[in-house]
């Protein structure tokens, strides 16, 4: 047997492809989700040039319309030479204006939803323990760097902040600052910054999100700060009296007094103004949007800034990413794929149920309840039934008519921050996606208790129709069992059937349960690759999901009458083949809570028995984990 099987079965699967796999120039990463995203956007990109191009082409959806007509918008690059920075001038006056932090206390509603960077956000999202009704969240916002983890890497910090200033300083120059002021607020910034990255999460903090509800009632709310009425501020974003908030990092609001001082007013005012300028350089000409991109592109170490149709593709999609992906889900995505994804679906609940009632530590009372939550587990394939009201609402001002882009965008950003507003202390309707039908991804909501997938991901190498079904199982299966494991990780496995956050756990269940996570942690934690080592902690979730959903999708395979685990085990490891450009995998090991793609392949089959008996894996294999160290959860 192939030594490579049993020493890197991911090299093995997919040695040719990654001799050959070419990152393209204005992507961080290629792989099996970036190589669908490709082909998905050749396909809608083609469709969008060509409504541009014949608008008579263009389907009869008023959404579509006006999606073209934003679309065209950005096209016109003469029109936004003309303009210059001019559509942005009077939003950016209206910080270098301000004198003091009362100011901004007593600033209007609209001030606090349209601009980056406030002393702190305001949110209006569900309520961990009553996932009937949306309540008041506040937040802390973020650091010129990537994470408070890139921070710690001196040399690293340096040569992103460099790449950060001079950027910041040619666009400062370019909007009207001369030399002396432009160094200035780049200092003031910085200064402030340094300060601020003290406070903010770190990237594991904010991984175990459960920890981030903190819910106080009204009268706690104002003891943060002795400067600022918060709960004027929040009772005036709301329109109305709130009864509680509830605080996402207490250590940034405890500090709060400290951070924002009126000793710090004109660094923080820096760097406030020039956060909320580089918001607005997407919206202007095309200089500045090559000069603003140069500091994402040292981050990720991507080469070239996106084509001018590129672009307009991607920030089109800011907006109408739901309209086109209704469009693409209803005329592309197969009958026959949702039925058989259903039966999969439909093997794997019963699989996950039978393997919760044969479980050997945890107690029958939890067991009921783990149950009772996967029985009311709701599936939602392809696309929606309805999308969100406020799309009716995303009304183009052309050029002719006075509108510019910036006016268009900020037009749509408030009427999405309004009707969240609206739902303060209401529930939603749960028919409506968080995510387009025209995305390679995706996800588990735990408020919900419901799982969603695109049509967009229901395509090769997850899935395709007529092969065989172990290898869908591999591939389409395996993410949606991940999806399912986790309403049972160890932030999904606080929530209730209903979505409430409620312990429904014996107190011996949690501990073993513990136990078995920090088993988890320990099987990931300082692996190598490349470009550093693997933060178990932070990938925790992700690698509870990964294994529970391999073991229970495998196990739903073996229902199948051409079960083929070879099949299985080639599809799970070339779904996650993938390149990443130095920067990018460098972030991703700093904040993501995903292990590096093979790292994912690799150790998921390394601790399946299976995968150990059919290419006899041994003590003396790199894929090989003694059995006293392999782990399970699900």
Request: charged residues 30%.
């Amino acid at each position: 047997m192939n030594k490579k099987i049993k020493d890197d079965f991911y090299e093995y699967i997919n040695e040719q492809w990654l001799k050959t796999a070419k990152i393209p120039d204005d992507r961080s990463s290629i792989g099996s989700f970036v190589e669908m995203d490709l082909e998905l956007e050749k396909l809608l990109k083609g469709l969008v040039s060509k409504w541009h191009q014949d608008n008579s082409s263009i389907p009869n959806d008023p959404l579509i319309h006006e999606y073209v007509k934003f679309y065209s918008m950005i096209l016109n690059t003469k029109k936004r030479d003309e303009l210059g920075w001019e559509p942005v001038r009077n939003f950016l006056s209206k910080i270098e204006n301000l004198k003091n932090f009362s100011q901004i206390q007593n600033a209007n509603k609209d001030f606090w939803i349209n601009y980056n960077f406030l002393p702190f956000s305001l949110s209006i999202d569900e309520d961990f323990a009553n996932s009937e009704r949306r309540i008041v969240w506040i937040s802390e916002d973020s650091t010129i760097l990537p994470s408070t983890k890139t921070y710690e890497n001196q040399e690293e910090k340096e040569r992103l902040l460099t790449v950060w200033k001079n950027m910041v300083k040619e666009l400062l120059l370019s909007y009207g600052k001369n030399e002396q002021e432009s160094e200035k607020i780049i200092q003031n910034s910085i200064q402030f910054d340094e300060l601020y990255k003290n406070y903010v999460l770190t990237p594991e903090e904010a991984a175990d999100y459960v920890s981030l509800y903190n819910l106080k009632q009204r009268n706690e709310v104002n003891k943060y700060s002795k400067n600022f009425n918060f709960l004027e501020i929040i009772d005036r974003f709301v329109g109305q009296e709130v009864t509680e908030v509830s605080i996402l990092n207490e250590r940034f609001f405890k500090n709060f007094d400290l951070i924002f001082s009126e000793e710090n007013f004109e660094k923080y005012k820096d760097l406030l103004f020039v956060k909320n300028l580089l918001s607005t350089t997407t919206f202007l000409t095309e200089q500045i949007r090559e000069v603003a991109n140069k500091f994402s592109k040292a981050v990720t170490s991507i080469e070239k800034t996106r084509t001018l149709e590129d672009f307009a593709y991607d920030k089109t999609n800011t907006f109408f990413s739901m309209p086109l992906g209704m469009f693409y889900a209803k005329e592309y995505f197969g009958e026959n794929s949702k039925k058989n994804i259903e039966h999969m679906i439909e093997n794997m609940v019963k699989v996950y149920t039978k393997r919760l009632s044969e479980n050997d530590w945890l107690s029958k009372e939890t067991i009921e309840k783990a149950i009772a939550k996967i029985s009311k587990l709701k599936f939602m394939i392809g696309y929606p039934e309805i999308i969100r009201p406020y799309y009716n609402k995303f009304k183009v001002l052309g050029y002719e008519q006075g509108g510019n882009l910036f006016t268009n965008a900020l037009k749509f950003s408030e009427e999405i921050s309004k009707y969240k507003i609206s739902l303060y202390h209401k529930d939603e309707d749960k028919r409506y996606w968080s995510m387009s039908p025209a995305q390679i991804n995706a996800y588990y909501h735990p408020i919900k208790n419901q799982m969603v997938f695109p049509a967009a991901i229901l395509n090769f190498p997850f899935y395709k129709y007529d092969r065989c079904s172990s290898a869908n199982y591999g591939g389409i299966g395996a993410v949606i069992a991940h999806e399912i494991s986790h309403a049972f990780d160890n932030n999904g496995s606080q929530f209730d059937e209903n979505g409430q956050l409620n312990n429904w756990w014996t107190e011996k269940d949690k501990s073993e349960f513990l136990k078995r996570t920090e088993a988890v942690i320990k099987l990931y934690d300082q692996r190598e690759t490349e470009f550093g080592k693997v933060n178990g902690k932070l990938t925790v979730s992700e690698n509870i999901a990964d294994l529970g959903g391999f073991e229970c999708a495998l196990e739903a395979a073996k229902m199948e009458k051409d079960f083929n685990p070879e099949e299985l085990f080639k599809s799970w490891a070339t779904i996650w083949r993938s390149i990443y450009r130095e920067g990018a995998a460098k972030r991703q090991l700093e904040t993501d809570v995903h292990s590096p793609t093979k790292i994912r392949a690799n150790v998921v089959l390394a601790n399946n028995e299976l995968f150990a008996q059919t290419y006899e894996i041994t003590e003396n294999d790199k894929m090989y984990i003694p059995k006293e160290n392999k782990v399970k959860i699900w």
